[in-house]
């Protein structure tokens, strides 16, 4: 896009803001998400340069995935009881059974199933950082691999990780951008800082810490190379025409 046609749509963009936010009485950050709905606010790539970029991430994938029997996992421990790492860390797989269901399609029965267990019962931290550039709001996210991701590679939030990642309880290195948000506890550094459930079919009880965080575009500094800035119209629109925004990043910019 060109510098003229940029500052036209940057003009544009904070009128439609000032607008709703003085005829609705509503918050600047309210508002600018209405008009980030409707604008795409990304200065730097155009949509097609967005797909460019994840096709690319798809191309430099090289990671390998086989199915291989539970029996066979290197440090995976399987006994009457669970299927736990031997760590005890990350999760372990539980059996339980339900019984006097009556909402349930399956009625009063019930049924048994296996169950995915997080240690403590918490998952961990999802955080997006939101920052301003050329005075327009873009999100930092992350091209992440996932083993069971459909099409292996999912634009993610900036941080996806649980507190067994956190605290490198795999023996590897931390998670990028952890930085900025170890001050988690504090909810007044956050737009939004919030529990968020999971699917109580396959998971346990367990819960994510939701963020969001405005930083300083300066303090962010060169990207890691599988992060970009995309748009909240760009996220949209990848999610209604594409399947790869992964669904924390979903849940995430619509709040």
Known sequence: MSASNNEKKIKKYHEYVFNIQNDFSVS???AEKIVETLICTNTISTIEDVMKFYNSQRDRNSAVIKQKPISELEQWNISDQTISHSS???FEVIGISTRESSSREVGKKGWDQPILRE???VGGLLGLIRTYINDMPHYLVDAKFEPGNFQDIQFSPTLQATFSNIEMAHGGSSPNYIEFFK???NKENYIFNNWLSEDG???YKKRNLGLIKSIDFEQIGPLKSS?????RHQILSLS???TIINPHLMRLINF
């Open 183 to 185: 001050d988690y506890k």
């Open 119 to 121: 240690k403590n019962d």
């Open 240 to 242: 209604k025409n594409e």
């Open 227 to 231: 992060f970009i800035y995309l748009s």
């Open 201 to 203: 079919g396959r998971l």
């Open 88 to 90: 005890k860390n990350f």
């Open 28 to 30: 600047l950050y309210d």
